[in-house]
T-cell receptor
Framework: GAGVSQSPSNKVTEKGKDVELRCDPI?????LYWYRQSLGQGLEFLIY????????KSGLPSDRFSAERTGGSVSTLTIQRTQQEDSAVYLC???????????????FGSGTRLTVV | EDQVTQSPEALRLQEGESSSLNCSYT??????LFWYRQDPGKGPEFLFT???AGEEKEKERLKATLTKKESFLHITAPKPEDSATYLC???????????FGKGTHLIIQP
């Protein structure tokens, strides 16, 4: 597609439920990132995928968070047993870079706004 | 630990009134400093990458500069459509992710 697509755009869930957030990167982009943007906070790095290499999960805040990327394309971020502090906008980004650094930054999707009630 | 501090948090200007946004950073081994623009309900949009002190980049009414401790985003004769949140981020050599500041919310009044 022309841009990074994320779904759903909004998700309201009850505390304790599991949620799955989806990201479709730009076709041909090998690098994919997940970030979290909480109210009043800067974007927080969560996880990085590069091609078929093992992902960098160093930014995941707890073991309730996991992500996978199938076929080097679509990625799913899963949050188990959601808590109120998980409420945030979850942003996915992709880039053409074949290394960890992209001279042209990333292309971000519009995000999924997650509200845990 | 990498740190990025942006100031001011919010800035209101009249159309045509030039100003500068500041991004102060602490990072060991800067690989690149990025500026993004974010509109409400949208993801950040890439503007510039700066690599080393003394570098400058321009795009329309925007010019970004970099020193060893900070970066400035200069906005010349802004228009209402320049209203957005401007985000600064750094990437350390060897790191996969960016460290972002909290942003400057810029409002340009007609």
């Amino acid at each position: 597609g022309a841009g990074v697509s994320q779904s759903p755009s909004n998700k309201v869930t009850e505390k304790g439920k599991d949620v799955e957030l989806r990201c479709d990167p730009i076709s041909g982009h090998t690098a994919l990132y997940w970030y979290r943007q909480s109210l009043g906070q800067g974007l927080e790095f969560l996880i990085y995928f590069q091609g078929n290499s093992a992902p960098d999960k160093s930014g995941l805040p707890s073991d309730r968070f996991s992500a996978e990327r199938t076929g080097g394309s679509v990625s799913t971020l899963t949050i188990q047993r959601t808590q109120q502090e998980d409420s945030a906008v979850y942003l996915c980004a992709s880039s053409l870079s074949r290394g960890r650094f992209s001279n042209y930054g990333y292309t971000f999707g519009s995000g999924t706004r997650l509200t845990v009630v | 630990e990498d740190q990025v501090t942006q100031s001011p948090e919010a800035l209101r200007l009249q159309e045509g009134e030039s100003s500068s946004l500041n991004c102060s950073y602490t990072v060991s081994g800067l690989r690149g400093l990025f500026w993004y623009r974010q509109d409400p309900g949208k993801g950040p949009e890439f503007l510039f990458t700066l690599y080393s002190a003394g570098e400058e980049k321009e795009k329309e009414r925007l010019k970004a500069t970099l020193t060893k401790k900070e970066s400035f985003l200069h906005i010349t004769a802004p228009k209402p459509e320049d209203s957005a949140t401007y985000l600064c981020a750094v990437q350390r050599g060897g790191a996969d992710g960016l460290t972002f500041g909290k942003g400057t919310h810029l409002i340009i009044q007609p």
